[in-house]
């Protein structure tokens, strides 16, 4: 999976858990991500949204088979080793990298 695919499925679906949340805890007495104001802020201005951080960890994986290049994605599952009747020398090389998103969740 390309990394930017991947990041924005996650974006994407950690915005829809919350939002699909949120009715459910407001039938149980409950607040997913309650409106938090700054000091001299009301719920219409600016200040009601507060960002929150989406911190991505990710192992991106090259993969080159004889010499042609593959492509890069990110690393999601395990390394399968085994024995196959072809001859070929395959590389896989795993470059971590680490960032931040900012993102403005919807407010409970």
């Given amino acids: ?28 007495g409950a607040v997913i991500n309650p409106y938090k104001p700054k000091l001299g802020g009301t719920r219409e201005g600016n200040n009601s949204h507060m ?25 999601l599952g395990a390394i399968n080793l085994g024995k196959k009747n072809k001859a070929e020398t395959e590389n896989i090389a795993i470059t971590k990298v680490k960032f931040t998103v900012s993102i403005v969740l919807p407010l409970g």
């Fill in 1 to 28: 999976m390309e990394l930017s695919v991947f990041v924005q499925n996650t974006i994407e679906q950690i915005v829809e858990g919350v939002s699909n949340s949120q009715q459910f805890a407001k039938n149980k």
């Fill in 51 to 75: 960002s929150q951080d989406v911190i991505f960890d990710v192992a991106l994986t090259s993969t080159s088979t004889d010499g042609s290049t593959e492509g890069v994605g990110v690393f």
